[in-house]
């Protein structure tokens, strides 16, 4: 199975650390929030890695190469402009192929077991979502998680952790090259039955301001996340 890293983020909340770095090489514990991410999937066993990168692109690519150094093959998929999430998947397909693939945000931070989640996706289903617990800037949450699907439309609701795993087949309606967002088509999917969640009790950290980032780096610097 191949994983994607969303990068093309501008990172608006993290300015001004994120005037002249993009958001995924900030150092959190020493090294690029990128390079854990990279570290553990090649861990796991994911060795094909495709990245996406808009908003000062080339510095990601200039910092990471072509994966080798970390045991890994990294293809790049540039936007010229940021495609969100899901027409940042799509335009990526030609790399990722037409076999479900894990997809991980570039901006968080988390202990997930990736490996656990090769064999996550069955057939018919589009989509498999790891969920937490709602963080204090997201308390209402995303989707709902019972008995293994996922609902946006009722019960208690879990946060998306921003890592999942898609078939492409989920991407068949969005434009190549156009900006489109991943919500409106896990909600359609989801009302056909055809996405499953786990709900994950682990470390997991979104980064999305500068008081968050300088957080996780002081707990991973004393061994806490």
């Known amino acids: 199975m191949k994983a994607m890293i969303l990068a093309a983020g501008r990172g608006e909340r993290m300015r001004p650390l994120t005037?002249?770095?993009?958001?995924?090489?900030?150092?959190?514990?020493g090294k690029p929030l990128i390079v854990w991410h990279l570290e553990r999937l090649v861990g796991a066993g994911f060795h094909e890695i495709v990245i996406n990168h808009a908003y000062l692109g080339q510095q990601i690519e200039a910092?990471?190469?072509?994966?080798?150094?970390?045991?890994?093959?990294i293809r790049y998929s540039?936007?010229?402009?940021?495609?969100e999430t899901a027409g940042g998947i799509a335009n990526a397909l030609p790399l990722l192929g037409n076999q479900p693939f894990l997809v991980?945000?570039?901006?968080?931070?988390?202990s997930i077991d990736f490996a656990s989640l090769k064999t996550a996706l069955n057939t018919p289903n589009l989509?498999?979502?790891?969920?937490?617990?709602?963080p204090p800037q997201?308390?209402?949450?995303?989707f709902s998680l019972l008995a293994g699907k996922l609902s946006a439309d009722a019960g208690d609701k879990l946060t998306f952790s921003g890592v999942g795993v898609?078939?492409?087949?989920?991407?068949?309606?969005?434009?190549?090259?156009?900006?489109?967002?991943?919500?409106?088509?896990?909600?359609?999917?989801?009302?056909?039955?055809?996405?499953?969640?786990?709900?994950?009790?682990?470390?997991?950290h979104d980064i999305g301001t500068p008081e968050r980032l300088q957080k996780i780096d002081a707990l991973l610097r004393v061994g806490f996340a």
């Open 19 to 29: 005037d002249h770095t993009p958001k995924p090489l900030l150092v959190v514990g």
């Open 63 to 73: 910092t990471l190469g072509d994966g080798s150094r970390y045991g890994a093959q």
């Open 78 to 83: 540039p936007e010229a402009r940021a495609l």
């Open 104 to 110: 991980v945000n570039g901006d968080v931070f988390c």
């Open 127 to 134: 989509a498999h979502l790891v969920m937490v617990n709602n």
């Open 138 to 142: 997201h308390v209402k949450g995303d």
């Open 166 to 204: 898609y078939s492409p087949s989920l991407f068949q309606s969005i434009v190549l090259g156009e900006a489109a967002k991943l919500a409106p088509l896990l909600t359609q999917a989801m009302r056909a039955s055809l996405v499953t969640g786990e709900h994950y009790l682990g470390v997991w």
